[in-house]
């Protein structure tokens, strides 16, 4: 089993029209990856020099076509609580308007169930893992890794679970 919990928070300014300042004027890919990079820099100073604050720093930061900044942090930033920094954020990059709503990405986990029996269906194995881990909070039915013709001829195989928030493998025992 591995998890996947890269964590994602968006920053969304109101709707402006082209002609206007800011990421929304921005519309080719090049132009609007120097918003981000800027916006990632002033996010991360604004951040690092809040004493409070001691969430790691973003990584990577993106504009959307609508203008909304995306910033990324790395899978092993996934117990930092970044609703905390929202304000602080909103704060860094209020150059680029007013930022109506920062909100932070649906975290998940996805891991790797192996060795699971073929003949068994999909919901069954989805109840199987709410009845004997009834904290675990699911965000999709589980699926095959492997289409059903690679799983005709053998008796095990592999599923891929999506859980809710950032589950690590220790907190499913």
Known sequence: MYPQAERKVTCHFPAASPTEAGTHA??????????????????????????????????HARVTMRGSIIFTTTNTQNNIIYEDYT???ADAISDYGKCEKVENGKCFSQFLLHGLPTHLSLPNISDSIATNYPLL????????????????QRA??????????????????
Request: aromatic share 4%; hydrophobic share 40%; with cysteine.
């Open 137 to 152: 909070i699911k965000c999709q039915t589980p699926c095959w890794l492997t289409p059903a013709d690679r799983r005709e």
């Open 156 to 173: 095990t195989s592999t599923i891929v679970m999506t859980l809710s928030g950032s589950t690590k493998k220790a907190d499913i025992g």
């Open 87 to 89: 304000t602080i954020i």
């Open 26 to 59: 921005e519309r080719d890919y090049i132009a609007r990856q120097v918003v981000a990079n800027a916006a990632l820099h002033r996010v991360n100073k604004a951040l690092v020099d809040n004493q409070d604050v001691t969430a790691p720093l973003f990584l």
